[in-house]
């Protein structure tokens, strides 16, 4: 059944195609590498990274842990590491060769080019500095420039603010909130979302260009124009 003239329609997307995969390779940075999960190697890194967050509030509204043991955390990642959806990364500061995070692609809709960037855990080695930023554009540019999706989400808690906070310096938009979307470790969870679309790229890629270059950063590795002022400038 076809629409009568007057009736609005969406914009049309010509030669839209189903999108590839995320693939298993690195993505390379100035501060950090970003690459897949392999527990063999990166696990003992990681769950040490992990242990300097003594109060374990990282994982608070995450789905999982926080882990007492090593034993039970390498069982999760062996798990996580194995599968198509999420894609599961670590996080490699460059300056010192060790892993300090994680993050994953998921729901990945090739068919529509939409994919999420969640289950993301840094470390207190990984938090606040300029590699923990620089791992986000990474995945970004994958998705929009390597692949080609129209969509990037972010969701989280509602009642998680340093991630909402994140999510708005990133350049994601805000869109609403999902009331009782899920239960999550017994507690109820209503769902913040967030997105950058293919047409709002170009103007953050160049705003993580400025704030990412070297010219940015004083001799003590201090920024001098912070990434949301970039971000307002460019848009």
Not at 95 to 108: D, F, Q
Request: glycine share 10%.
């Amino acid at each position: 059944m076809t629409g009568r003239e007057d009736q609005p329609i969406g914009q049309p997307v010509p030669g839209w195609t189903t999108r590839p995969a995320p693939p298993r390779t690195p993505m390379q940075g100035r501060f950090c590498r970003v690459e897949p999960l392999d527990p063999a190697r990166h696990g003992k890194e990681l769950f040490a990274a992990s242990q300097l967050d003594a109060e374990g509030r990282n994982w608070t509204y995450l789905s999982v842990g926080p882990f007492k043991g090593f034993e039970g955390y390498r069982a999760w990642l062996d798990k996580v590491a194995g599968q198509d959806d999420p894609v599961f990364h670590t996080i490699i500061d460059l300056a010192t060769a060790k892993a300090v995070g994680v993050a994953a692609y998921m729901r990945i809709d090739r068919a529509h080019g939409v994919i999420e960037v969640g289950n993301i855990n840094y470390s207190p080695l990984l938090q606040r500095t300029p590699a923990a930023t620089e791992a986000m554009y990474l995945l970004m540019a994958r998705v929009f420039d390597e692949l080609g999706y129209r969509r990037y989400e972010w969701k989280c808690d509602s009642l998680n603010a340093p991630s909402r906070a994140a999510a708005a310096r990133l350049g994601f938009q805000y869109e609403g909130r999902f009331r009782q979307a899920v239960v999550n470790k017994g507690r109820n969870r209503d769902t913040d979302w967030f997105s950058i679309l293919d047409g709002e790229w170009p103007a953050l890629k160049r705003a993580y260009g400025a704030w990412l270059a070297e010219a940015n950063f004083d001799a003590e590795g201090r920024q001098k124009r912070g990434l949301g002022e970039l971000i307002r400038a460019g848009r």
